[in-house]
Nanobody
Framework: QVQLVESGGGVVQPGGSLRLSCVAS????????ARWYRQNPGKQRELVAG???????NYADSVKGRFTISRDNAANTVYLQMNSLKPEDTAVYYC?????????WGQGTQVTVST
């Protein structure tokens, strides 16, 4: 079992930035993919960003050009840099790491964008 711990959430004004971190309890060197999702109450969890085999990235249209996903294998950490934040980015953000056939989730971190 791999534990994922997210951090970096908080309250920020529109136009501000946050960087989310997801630290894994095991090596992420050979993972298939790492992804960030977000969810609001009563809504489906949506994919925000993903990185496949460490090189191929994909983003939701709503965050393209503003969010960047990256990974640091040495630190067993996946990041989500979020710039130019908007109120509609408010949600609980979840980290997901896929080791071939096994998926692991973090507990989530709240991001609130508000004046």
């Amino acid at each position: 079992q791999v534990q994922l711990v997210e951090s970096g959430g908080g309250v920020v004004q529109p136009g501000g930035s946050l960087r989310l971190s997801c630290v894994a309890s095991a090596s992420i060197f050979n993972i298939y993919a790492a992804r960030w999702y977000r969810q609001n109450p009563g809504k489906q969890r949506e994919l925000v960003a993903g990185i496949i085999r460490g090189t191929i990235t994909n983003y939701a249209d709503s965050v393209k050009g503003r969010f960047t996903i990256s990974r640091d294998n040495a630190a067993n950490t996946v990041y989500l840099q979020m710039n130019s934040l908007k109120p509609e980015d408010t949600a609980v953000y979840y980290c997901n790491i896929q080791y071939d056939l096994m998926n692991f989730w973090g507990q989530g971190t709240q991001v609130t964008v508000s004046t």
